[in-house]
């Protein structure tokens, strides 16, 4: 990619060469640099300040690395400003009213990275330098730059980031060199897009501030991940995981895979911690809102083995340990019809419902023993015997934890995807460029 750059910017350079011969263009070389040092800045008064137009092209940016902290980019900039000992009269020379001459002969700005990963200077010897009759300088430098960036990671993986690539002039006061941006902030018109990162091409903006008294222009822009890829490779999973959570209370007693399943399931989030882990800087604020997913679907996941492990002490519990009136209380819930079927509860033949037929037999045989019955005391008999049958009834240990089984299914549904639909909804929505610093 380096030689790209290095190709196209030498193609601008020989394309704006106008057509003369050897000798005019060797004369005038000879001419301008007689007595000119390249260290000196270019002004007859150097007491005045040299101001450098800048314009800045971005055609890639092949890598975003969060966990260093660092932006990868492909840049050109185009540094323009005049410089006073370098002009001459085109007709003095058989009308030459350019000529392009090697970066090391001139003067020209090192322009630096002030936000480097590593010290980057975007200057190299073998670069040419266009120079104008009127003493115009076009200088274009490029490459490959590293630089650092604050990444905010609350809402990973559907963060937005601010970030800023900053340059200055290396070794100059602002007093000497200044900076201006004519024109057009960075043209991305052969921008080629990152497979991760959306780059907001119209967020480009700059600014001229100083730094250890030295001018820098900080260009500033937004992008945001595309996250589809750790929809389907983190999200998705972990939401399946979770839906197994809530299954391992569906699993038989008997089958004795209760314990193993719980903890398999766990040991699978602990992977999938340990993944993300992998893809987030390694400082503590803020704590990722998909740690805290994560993290609460691995407290439900060790919370449900505790379950299980308890449920399976009541499961194996024999007869002769006493049953409180609480577990007989939590069977009959379970098993207490919530919506009845009316046409289970209709009677099958004629004279109405089976209470009422209840009734009349009970009725008949007091008719037969005493004569007649009050319907007070029918009424008394029919509860007292409705009780006996309540208290009588046949409940085991088994029945208690499979009781128990049956309210904590639900309780974990609701548990599981009700906080994590919260969770990701708020990361989702939540996520603003105003939140990064």
């Known amino acids: 990619m380096l030689s790209l750059v290095r190709l196209f910017i030498s193609g ?19 001419t301008l640099l007689t007595s000119y040092n390249a260290d000196i800045l270019p002004l007859d008064d150097q007491s005045g300040s040299l101001n450098i137009n800048l314009s800045m092209v971005l055609f890639a940016m092949p890598d975003v690395d969060p966990v260093r902290g660092a932006i990868t980019m492909g840049i050109m900039v185009t540094q323009e400003w005049y410089d006073e000992r370098l002009t001459w009269t085109p007709s003095d020379h058989n009308d030459t009213t350019s000529i392009s001459i090697k970066s090391e002969d001139v003067w020209t700005p090192p322009l630096t990275v002030s936000n480097p990963v590593k010290f980057t200077l975007l200057d190299t010897s073998w670069m040419q330098v266009m120079i104008m009759a009127d003493g ?3 200088y274009t430098v490029g490459g490959i730059v590293d630089f650092s960036c604050a990444f905010y990671m609350k809402f990973w993986p559907f963060d937005k980031q601010s970030c800023s690539l900053d340059l200055f002039p290396y070794g100059y006061p ?10 057009t902030v960075v043209d991305t018109s052969i921008y080629s897009e990152n497979g991760e990162w959306f780059l907001d091409e119209n967020s480009f903006e700059y600014e001229i501030n100083s730094i250890f008294g030295m001018t ?33 209370f569906l699993l038989p ?28 800087p390694k400082n503590g604020e803020p704590i990722p809102v998909i740690f805290l997913y994560i993290i609460f679907n691995l407290i439900v996941c060790i919370s449900a083995l505790l379950l299980v492990i308890l449920n399976l002490k009541i499961y194996f519990r024999t007869e002769k340990d006493p049953m409180r009136m609480f577990y007989k209380s939590i069977v009959r819930f379970t098993r207490r019809r919530w919506f009845p079927n009316k046409t289970q509860d209709e009677p099958r033949g004629r004279g109405g419902s089976a209470s009422k037929m209840k009734s009349e037999m009970i009725f008949v045989s007091h008719s037969k023993a005493s004569g007649a019955m009050q319907v007070e005391d029918i009424a008394d008999e029919i509860k007292t015997e409705d009780n006996a049958e309540d208290t009588t009834e046949d409940i085991e240990w088994k029945d208690v934890s499979e009781a128990i089984d049956k309210i904590l299914f639900y309780a974990m549904v609701i548990l599981t995807y009700i906080p994590s639909l919260i969770i990701l909804i708020y990361a989702s929505a939540a996520s603003d460029y105003a939140t990064e610093s």
């Open 174 to 183: 602002a007093s000497k060199v200044t900076f201006a941006v004519p024109g």
């Open 216 to 248: 820098r222009i900080v260009y500033s822009f937004k992008m945001s991940r595309i996250s589809s890829f750790y929809l389907l490779t983190v999200i998705l999973p972990i939401n399946g995981i979770g839906a197994l959570t809530c299954l391992v």
């Open 12 to 30: 601008i350079i020989v394309g704006s060469v106008h057509g003369h011969t050897y000798d005019d263009v060797l004369n005038l070389r000879t």
């Open 253 to 280: 007693s008997e089958s004795g895979e209760r314990v193993g399943y719980s903890i398999t399931i766990m040991l699978s989030l602990a992977v999938f911690l340990t993944v993300t882990a992998e893809n987030l």
């Open 136 to 138: 115009k300088i076009s």
